[in-house]
């Protein structure tokens, strides 16, 4: 019976609604990658632990496997940035569209496989905290997860050098299906133009750095944001849905 019981810390991506009183929670955990979960009366107002599984939230949970679903046994709340985020529609939006993503990427549908779950844990984990604590603008964060989330499942655009033959860079062309950055030589039909302040910041975006990212302009940030939304909808193989919702500058 004990094996059956196991503890691990979560990140609440999403929840649904299961019968009168329970919830489905679909949970990014540190060691179990993606796990799917019942959480049994947490509709109730007399349920333990029903605001402790709001989207968002950082937990430590204990969980009883199950043929299909999980069962949610136990929950501690380590970190409860819903609140935060929830009050602010711009932070709302990139964290839904944040979860989402991990949703997608760290599901086990074959075509995508299962990716490391501790690094994109702990990568979501750090863009939900910088959000409900307003480190950085919404936008911004939104746009460095996705592309460092990509980046941990293979995907790494080029933000400098030519995608295809290496050139190196600063180039002022993006290709989403060449994998980023193009020299004039490689650059196919379809690819946009971006000045190379907003290239300069999709490298930061990607890296980090935060200084560079911090001091872009309106017109950077939505030249760069509109490459970051390309390439992960080209991807993912669809658009998400929560990404229309996003308010860009």
Not at 26 to 42: E, I, N
Not at 80 to 96: K, L, N, Q, R, V
Not at 120 to 126: A, E, H, I, M, R
Not at 149 to 168: H, I, K, T, V
Request: hydrophobic residues 40%; contains cysteine.
């Amino acid at each position: 019976m004990g094996e059956r019981l196991y503890r691990d810390e979560a990140i609440v991506l999403r929840t649904y609604k299961l019968g009168e009183a329970d919830r489905i929670i679909v949970l990014l955990t540190r060691s179990h990658g993606q796990v799917r979960a019942v959480a049994k009366g947490v509709r109730r107002t007399t349920s333990r632990f029903g605001a402790r599984l709001e989207p968002f939230s950082m937990i430590d949970v204990q969980l009883h496997r199950g043929r299909s679903l999980d069962v949610v046994t136990q929950v501690e709340t380590i970190a409860p940035f819903g609140g935060a985020i929830a009050a602010d529609y711009a932070m709302f939006t990139c964290a839904e569209t944040m979860a989402e993503t991990a949703e997608r990427l760290t599901q086990d549908d074959g075509d995508l496989g299962t990716i490391d779950s501790p690094q994109q844990f702990l990568l979501l984990y750090g863009a939900l905290a910088a959000l409900a604590r307003r480190r950085h603008a919404p936008g911004l964060v939104l746009d460095s997860y996705l592309l460092r989330s990509l980046a941990l499942a293979g995907w790494a655009p080029s933000c400098y050098d030519c995608a295809r033959c290496g050139q190196p860079g600063p180039h002022t062309s993006f290709h989403v299906q060449a994998g980023g950055a193009v020299c004039p030589t490689c650059r196919p039909a379809g690819s946009v133009d971006v000045e190379p302040g907003a290239m300069a910041l999709l490298g930061a975006l990607l890296s980090g750095n935060w200084e560079l990212a911090d001091a872009s302009t309106e017109r950077q940030c939505a030249q760069a944001s509109g490459c970051v939304s390309a390439y992960l909808t080209w991807h993912l193989e669809r658009r998400l849905r929560s990404l229309a919702l996003v308010e860009r500058d």
